[in-house]
């Protein structure tokens, strides 16, 4: 046979005695535990009746512990937590998907879509690794990738086409220079440097030797200097498309570019959570229009 189990004291009892050995004040432990000061005394009271222990040192304005009190809040705060650690185990846990975008995609395209993804699946959390790198499938523990590159892309990768490589100007909209004005402006130049190219190109001629720029390493933080006034930034149509309609940002000039390298959502042929890679993957296609 079993031995019977000991008795203890009520939880209510404990949790009220944790929480006023935490806060060394009745009225704090209260209003933490959604009950009255009163309430919370009168558990103390009972506790240390049951124990035949006084725990705490009551003067006018004060409360401090007794040595058995500063004793047993120890142990029952350590008790608490292995309640609440036990517990947390029984909880499904969120899966957790990675996806890696450069920090332009992630800030501008992706990073604002995320709330209504997260609200409609609370029990899939993704992780945003925003890096220039390319990642590996493998080693990084990436599961879905937004590249810019030319399918194929290998035989153990599935790859969709997200986004065409459309090229603009774009800047503020009372800034917005005639045409054969486009280089009164400062061009904001990023990593790519792809002002020159646009002249040829899009433009039809050669982009002026004496000509105001700025450069970035990012194409999100040109962009936001155009928002901002400070000049005329080239970026993919999809990365600008909603501060364009939203009257943020203007095309300066109708003409564009087609870019060499198109934007792909990338994922391993067989990837380690094959369910919610598939959702994920449907939902960020999804969001081409």
Known sequence: MTEPQQRLPSLNALRAFEAAARHLNFRAAADELGVTQGAVAQHVRGLESELGLKLFERQPRLLA???????????????FALLAE??????PQPL??????????????????????????????????ASDALAN???????????????????????????????????RPALRPAEEELGRLPLLRDGHDLWPEFFERALGRSM???????????TALAIDAA?????????????????LAAGRLA??????????????????RKPRHAEQTALVRAWLLSQRG
């Open 227 to 243: 928002i901002a006034g400070q000049g005329i930034a080239l970026a993919s149509r999809f990365l600008v498309a909603p501060d």
């Open 251 to 268: 095309l300066a000039t109708q003409a564009g570019m087609r870019g060499g390298l198109d934007f792909y959502v990338v994922s391993a």
């Open 65 to 79: 512990l007794t040595g058995a009190g500063r004793s047993y809040a120890t142990h029952v705060a350590r008790a």
């Open 137 to 171: 499938f493998q080693s990084d523990g990436v599961d879905i990738a937004i590249r810019q590159g030319r399918a194929p892309f290998g035989p153990g990768l599935t790859a969709d086409l997200l986004f065409e490589h459309e090229i603009v100007a774009v800047c």
């Open 86 to 91: 036990a517990t947390d185990t029984l909880r």
């Open 96 to 129: 957790r998907l990675t996806i890696s975008a450069t920090p332009s995609i992630a800030a501008k395209w992706l990073v604002p879509r995320l709330p209504d993804f997260t609200a409609a699946h609370p029990q899939l959390e993704l992780n945003i690794l």
């Open 208 to 218: 002026p030797l004496a000509i105001r720029s700025t450069r970035f390493n990012q």
